[in-house]
T-cell receptor
Framework: DAKTTQPTSMDCAEGRAANLPCNHS???????VYWYRQIHSQGPQYIIH???NNETNEMASLIITEDRKSSTLILPHATLRDTAVYYC????????????FGEGTQLTVNP | KAGVTQTPRYLIKTRGQQVTLSCSPI?????VSWYQQTPGQGLQFLFE???????NKGNFPGRFSGRQFSNSRSEMNVSTLELGDSALYLC????????????????FGSGTRLTVV
């Protein structure tokens, strides 16, 4: 799995967009970028993943740079319930069942 | 649909004892993975079971073991408990083994918080 670097913490105002960056400069051509989040006292929750193209689902958007060395998770209208630790994971889609979680970014959404 | 159910939610054990934790996956999911989460080490993969077979194993001592039943429910066992085993133990279920995104994305339970005294 490629190494990822995320800021330790970020703040966002409720209702505004939250943009969470992730650097993965050693990513290989077939590795995907996955995002999970963990709300306090709960298990991690899958958010979104992508390979090259930008992706959007009902939870978030994922923007991957053209060189694929970094990506940004966007929560378009953050709510207090989005306060959580966000994990960026880079790995092959078929590299087994293990997920390697780093330290992630603690996002705090403020009223 | 019902989520991933882990029991018990909280547990206190004494050093040297053994413990069994249970995980009921989402109906139809055949893959169950277990993780340990501690403040110092973060989330660490323990093992995965798929169709009653262990598919993958993390770097934990042999005191940590697991199994999966024909209905996909899984148990993990820790023998000879140590203080350092105090942690949140999470299980995740998936339709398919080894595909962590999209429709096959892992769904985690809320965990069992084990305290060893």
């Amino acid at each position: 799995d490629a190494k990822t670097t995320q800021p330790t913490s970020m703040d966002c105002a409720e209702g505004r967009a939250a943009n969470l960056p992730c650097n993965h400069s050693t990513i290989s051509g077939n590795e995907y970028v996955y995002w999970y989040r963990q709300i306090h006292s709960q298990g991690p929750q899958y958010i979104i993943h992508g390979l090259k193209n930008n992706e959007t689902n009902e939870m978030a958007s994922l923007i991957i740079t053209e060189d694929r060395k970094s990506s940004t998770l966007i929560l378009p209208h953050a709510t207090l319930r989005d306060t959580a630790v966000y994990y960026c994971i880079v790995r092959l889609e078929t590299s087994g069942s293990r997920l390697t979680f780093g330290e992630g970014t603690q996002l705090t959404v403020n009223p | 649909k019902a989520g991933v159910t882990q029991t018990p939610r909280y547990l206190i054990k004494t050093r040297g004892q053994q413990v069994t934790l249970s995980c009921s996956p989402i109906s139809g999911h055949r893959s169950v993975s277990w993780y340990q989460q501690t403040p110092g080490q973060g989330l660490q993969f323990l093992f995965e079971y798929f169709s009653e077979t262990q598919r993958n194993k993390g770097n934990f001592p042999g005191r940590f073991s697991g199994r999966q039943f024909s209905n996909s429910r899984s148990e993990m066992n820790v023998s000879t408990l140590e203080l350092g085993d105090s942690a949140l133990y999470l299980c995740a279920s998936s339709l398919r083994s080894g595909a962590p995104g999209g429709n096959y994305g892992y769904t985690f339970g809320s965990g069992t918080r084990l305290t060893v005294v």
